[in-house]
C-alpha cells in the first residue's frame, strides 16, 4: 500500500540556521514526489516535486528536497531559515502509473527569531 | 490557490441541515479532489472524480455525496448522515496521470453547531 510518513509533527529552528523537515514514503512503483506549505486557514502551496533525474530538486521561497531511493526519502531543506518559513509542510507521493496522491500528516515548523 | 475557487470561505449549519460547499477551476484539469483536513490528521480523500459524471469514493466517504455535470465544477454535499461534519474541506485538481501536482483551492471552514 501506498503511504507516507512524516516522523516530526514539530520542528523548530533559530532563524539563520538550516532547515530539515523528514519525509518517508512507500510506494509500489516509480514514485513521484512533493512537498506543499500551508499557511493558517489557507490551501495548499506547491514548493517542488521529483519526477526523474537529479535527485536534487529546487523549488519556490529557496526551498530544495534530496530524493534518496534506497532510503525511500525525501526531505525537505533550507540552507538559511526565515520567520515567515514558520508554516505546516506536508509530503505527498503519486505512483508513476497511479491517480491518487497519498499526503503525510504535515510536520508544523516553526522558526524563531 | 491558482485557478480554483472554493466558496463560502466559512459556513456554519446547524446540525440535521445540509450543507454544499463549491468548487470551480479553469484549468483544464481532468481530475478534481475533495479533502477533509482536521488537525494533527493531515489531508484524508473523500472523493474523486476523472471524468464528466463519474466519481470514485475515497477513504472517509461517508456522509457525503458529489456531482460532477461539468469539467470545472465539483460540489460537495455535507449531508445530515455524517457524525463529525466540523472541518477544514479543500477541494483540489490534477491532470489525471503523470509528474503532475495538484492546484488546491483556499478551502472552506464548515462549523456545524
Known amino acids: 500500500a501506498q503511504s507516507v510518513a512524516q516522523p516530526e509533527d514539530q520542528v523548530n529552528v533559530a532563524e539563520g540556521n538550516p532547515l530539515t523537515v523528514k519525509c518517508t514514503y512507500s510506494?509500489?512503483?516509480?514514485?513521484?514526489l512533493f512537498w506543499y506549505v500551508q499557511y493558517p486557514n489557507r490551501g495548499l502551496q506547491f514548493l517542488l516535486k521529483?519526477?526523474?533525474?537529479?535527485?536534487l530538486v529546487k523549488g519556490s521561497y529557496g526551498f530544495e528536497a534530496e530524493f534518496n531511493k534506497s532510503q525511500t526519502s525525501f526531505h525537505l531543506k533550507k540552507p538559511s531559515a526565515l520567520v515567515s518559513d514558520s508554516a505546516l509542510y506536508f509530503c505527498?507521493?503519486?505512483?508513476?502509473?497511479?491517480?491518487?496522491?497519498?499526503f503525510g500528516t504535515g510536520t508544523s515548523l516553526t522558526v524563531i527569531p | 490557490d491558482g485557478g480554483i475557487t472554493q466558496s463560502p470561505k466559512y459556513l456554519f449549519r446547524k446540525e440535521g441541515q445540509n450543507v454544499t460547499l463549491s468548487c470551480e477551476q479553469n484549468?483544464?484539469?481532468?481530475?478534481m479532489y475533495w479533502y477533509r483536513q482536521d488537525p494533527g490528521q493531515g489531508l484524508r480523500l473523500i472523493y474523486y472524480?476523472?471524468?464528466?459524471?463519474?466519481?470514485q469514493k475515497g477513504d472517509i466517504a461517508e456522509g457525503y455525496s458529489v456531482s460532477r455535470e461539468k469539467k470545472e465544477s465539483f460540489p460537495l454535499t455535507v449531508t445530515s448522515a455524517q457524525k463529525n461534519p466540523t472541518a477544514f474541506y479543500l477541494c483540489?485538481?490534477?491532470?489525471?496521470?503523470?509528474?503532475?501536482?495538484?492546484?488546491f483551492g483556499p478551502g472552506t471552514r464548515l462549523t456545524v453547531t
Open positions: 484549468l483544464n484539469h481532468d481530475a
Open positions: 483540489a485538481s490534477s491532470t489525471w496521470t503523470g509528474s503532475y501536482e495538484q492546484y
Open positions: 521529483y519526477i526523474t533525474g537529479d535527485n
Open positions: 472524480s476523472q471524468i464528466v459524471n463519474d466519481f
Open positions: 505527498a507521493v503519486r505512483e508513476e502509473t497511479g491517480n491518487q496522491f497519498y
Open positions: 510506494v509500489s512503483g516509480n514514485p513521484y
